[in-house]
C-alpha cells in the first residue's frame, strides 16, 4: 500500500512540476529578459510542489 | 600554482567517479556475504521458533543465502557507531552512551569487535550499537556468541489481524540464552529502525564524524578566501576567493537581496551563506563513495530538523509586528475569516520548518537510495555469485545508471542547499518586512 501510495504521490508532484516547467518556459519565450527571475521562482515553486510529494512519499514509508 | 591546483582538482573528480565504482561495488560484495549469514541465522531461528528458542542454532555461520537488496540498502543509507572503510577494515570512532538506569559508557566502537563482545550490555548490532533491555545480562566486557535476527510479526496498532506488519527483531547471545536488544536511538527513530529505547547515545557517529570533517574542509576553504580579501582589499580577487567569489555574489543576488529585501539582507547574509555552502559541502562529501565521504548526513532526519530548527528560531525571533499581525489576527478581512485563517497561520509557523526538513532529507535518502539500488543490480542479477554472466550484465546497466544518477545527484546536492537557502529567506523575509499598507486595509475595512 506505502508503493502504491508514493507512486501516486509522485504522479501529482511530476504533474505539477511538469505545469510549472512549461508556463516558466513559456514565460521565458516571451520575456528573455526576465529568465534570471523566472528561474528563481521556478525552482521555488517546484520545491513547494515537491515538498508537499515528499510528505506523502514519508507517509507511505512509515505505512511500508 | 593555478594550473596545478585545476589538474589536481580534475585528477581528483575523475579518481572519485571512476573508482567510486569500484569501491562501491566491492562494498557491496562483501555485505552480500554478511547478508548471507545473517539471513542464514534468520531462517534457522525462525525453523526454531516453533520449538521453543533454544540455544542450538546461536552460533550458526554457514554461508548459504540470499542477497537482500532492501536489508543491504537500509543498512548502507543509516547512520553507523564505525567507519567502513575498506573491506575488513573499519575505523573505530568513539562512543559516549548514558542510560538512566546505569550511567555512562565510553570508549571506541572497536572494544565490541564487531558483535562479539558485550560492553555494559551494549553490543554492535551492524555498526549500531544497540543495548540488551534485560537487566539480568551481566554488565561489565563479556563475549557474546553473536547476534541474531528474527523477523516476527508485530500488530499493528489497530490490532487488526490484516494489519500485520514484519519487523526484525534483533537477539544477543550470550551462555546459550537469548536476550532481546532494545531499538537503536535515533531521533530518525520510526523511519529507519530506531524508536523509543531505554539508552541515550551522544556519539560521534559516522554522520557526526563527516559533519566535522565538512566543517573543517569549510573552515580551511573559508579562512583561505578571507585571507584573499584582506590582501586584495579594492583589487580583484585572486585565486580561490575568485572561485567562491562567484557564489557570494550570486546568494546575495539570487537569494538574500531579492527575498529579504535592501533594508535587512545584510543582517542575514551570514546565516543564509552558512547554511547554503554546510548544506553542499555535506550533500556533496555524502556522494563521494569511499571513506571520508560516503556519510547520509543530509539524509539524515536529525540533521535536517536541527537545520530547520535554526531556520525557524532565526524566523520567529526577528519577526516584527507586522509578521505576528498577520498570523493572530490578519488585518483587511472579516472577523469570521480570521477564526478560520488564525489556526491555520499557526500550523503554517510549524509545517514551513517541518517541510524543510522532509523536503532535504528525503532529496538526499532518495538519491542514495537510488545508487544502491543500481549497484545491487549486480548482485540481483548475479544470483549470488552463481550467474557471472549476469554479474557482468549487472555491472554495466548498473554502472552506466550510476554514473549518470551521480551526475543527476550532484544537480541535486547544489539545487538542494540553494531551495533550502532561499526558502529560508522567504520566511525570514516575510518575518522582518514592514508593510506599509494600512491604506489598503482601511479601504477594506
Known sequence: MGAIGAGIAALGAGVGIGLIGSRAMEAIARQPEAVGDIRNNMILTAALVEGAALFAIVVGLLAG | ?????????????????????????????????????????????????????????????????????????????????????????????????????????????????????????????????????????????????????????????????????????????????????????????????????????????????SMIIASLLLIWLFLAVARGYKRNEGKAPSGVQSFMEVFFVFIRDEVTKPMIGEKHYERFQPFIMTLFFFIMFVNLLGLVPFFPGSGNITGNLAVTMTLAIFTFIVTNINGKKDYWEHIFWMPGIPAWVKIILTPVEILSLFIKPFSLMIRLFANISAGHIIILSLIGLVFLFGNNGESVGGAAGGAVIGGLFTAFMNLIELLVALLQAFIFAILSASYIGAAVEEHDHHEAHEGAH
Open chain 2, 1 to 209: 600554482m593555478k594550473v596545478d591546483l585545476r589538474k589536481l582538482s580534475i585528477l581528483v573528480f575523475a579518481l572519485v567517479f571512476s573508482f567510486g565504482m569500484l569501491f562501491a561495488q566491492d562494498h557491496g560484495q562483501e555485505h552480500n556475504g554478511e547478508s548471507t549469514h545473517e539471513e542464514q541465522e534468520g531462517h534457522e531461528a525462525e525453523a526454531g521458533h516453533d520449538s521453543g528458542l533454544s540455544h542450538s542454532y546461536c552460533g550458526g555461520h554457514e554461508e548459504n543465502g540470499k542477497y537482500d537488496p532492501v536489508t543491504t540498502v537500509m543498512e548502507h543509507i543509516a547512520d553507523a557507531n564505525e567507519f567502513h572503510v575498506w573491506k575488513g577494515v573499519h575505523l573505530p570512532l568513539p562512543v559516549i552512551l548514558y542510560a538512566p538506569d546505569h550511567g555512562w559508557t565510553t570508549g571506541l566502537s572497536s572494544m565490541f569487535e564487531h558483535g562479539h563482545k558485550a560492553v555494559d550490555g551494549y553490543v554492535l548490532n551492524h555498526g549500531r550499537v544497540n543495548r540488551v533491555a534485560d537487566p539480568s545480562f551481566p554488565k561489565g566486557e563479556v563475549h557474546i556468541d553473536g547476534i541474531l535476527r528474527q523477523t516476527e510479526k508485530v500488530i499493528g496498532p489497530s490490532g487488526k489481524e490484516e494489519e500485520m506488519k514484519e519487523k526484525d527483531t534483533f537477539y544477543a547471545c550470550y551462555e546459550g540464552e537469548l536476550y532481546k536488544l532494545d531499538k537503536p536511538s535515533t531521533v530518525d527513530g520510526g523511519f529507519l529502525g530506531g524508536g523509543i529505547t531505554s539508552f541515550y547515545d551522544f556519539s560521534i557517529t559516522k554522520v557526526v564524524f
